[in-house]
């Protein structure tokens, strides 16, 4: 079964640091973009960084010069790192992949499950 399994998060002071690591499994044989979306409570899901098939990233304004993406195209990996975290970085952190092209030949859009990040002293 093709999925994303996302690694990291946790409870982390203001100010600290965090990253988040999203694998995939089953056989992928191409994947379009890769990233890292996130929903704190009460608010909608925004997207925090993508990189493109292309190589070119993505990051959100509000994480802009704090945050880092990297993506692994051959092992089909994402990281994300976040640095001075701010209690506002709490949510709900979701990798995604889209254009994921299957050995069935299936065109997918995933979602992993989420990981909690609480920033909080």
């Known amino acids: 079964q093709v999925q994303l399994v996302e690694s990291g998060g946790g409870l982390v002071q203001p100010g600290g640091s965090l990253e988040l690591s999203c694998a995939t499994s089953?056989?992928?044989?191409?994947?379009?973009?890769m990233g890292w979306y996130r929903q704190a409570p009460g608010k909608q899901r925004e997207m925090v960084a993508v990189?493109?098939?292309?190589?070119?990233?993505k990051i959100a304004g509000s994480v802009k010069g704090r945050a880092t993406i990297n993506r692994d195209y051959s092992q089909k990996t994402v990281t994300l790192q976040i640095n001075n975290l701010d209690p506002e970085d709490t949510a709900v952190y979701y990798c995604?992949?889209?254009?994921?092209?299957?050995?069935?030949?299936?065109?997918?859009?995933?979602w992993g499950q989420g990981t909690l990040v609480t920033v909080s002293s």
């Open positions: 995604h992949a889209d254009r994921v092209i299957t050995l069935a030949d299936q065109d997918l859009t995933l």
């Open positions: 990189a493109m098939s292309s190589g070119s990233t």
């Open positions: 089953g056989t992928i044989f191409s994947i379009g973009s």
